[in-house]
């Protein structure tokens, strides 16, 4: 069993930084890939980006690529979001999710693929 707790989230101005944190337990956190996602009020759950574990490969969703970037700790167990450039359109609850396995690299954005979820940060951005 894996747990996973989210922190960090907040409100900002557009064009500010957010740094979310998702803090991992119960198994060895090197072996899963760890990926965020997204939900705003009213849409469906979207992947923002995912990283494994193994070697710190990321890939991340056209809608935050190159403003937000994916970095882990596996010394504690913990994977960042730090959210740069924020726009109102990022406003959501973020969630972070685990994989353990190969499988997922063929369909990270896929949400019924991660068996593991935190229970969300809410990320506020305001214009």
């Known amino acids: 069993q894996v747990q996973l707790v989210e922190s960090g989230g907040g409100l900002a101005q557009a064009g500010g930084s957010l740094r979310l944190s998702c803090a991992a337990s119960?198994?060895?956190?090197?072996?899963?890939?760890m990926a965020w996602f997204r939900q705003a009020p009213g849409k469906e759950r979207e992947f923002v980006g995912i990283?494994?574990?193994?070697?710190?490969?990321?890939y991340y969703a056209d809608s935050v690529q190159g403003r937000f970037a994916i970095s882990g700790d596996n010394a504690k167990n913990t994977v960042y979001l730090q959210m740069n450039s924020l726009k109102p359109e990022d406003t959501a609850v973020y969630f972070c999710?685990?994989?353990?396995?190969?499988?997922?690299?063929?369909?990270?954005?896929?949400?019924?693929?991660?068996?593991?979820w935190g229970q969300g940060t809410q990320v506020t951005v305001s214009s």
């Open positions: 990283r494994r574990g193994s070697d710190g490969y990321t």
């Open positions: 999710a685990a994989s353990s396995g190969a499988r997922i690299w063929s369909k990270p954005r896929d949400s019924r693929a991660y068996g593991y």
């Open positions: 119960g198994r060895t956190f090197s072996n899963y890939a």
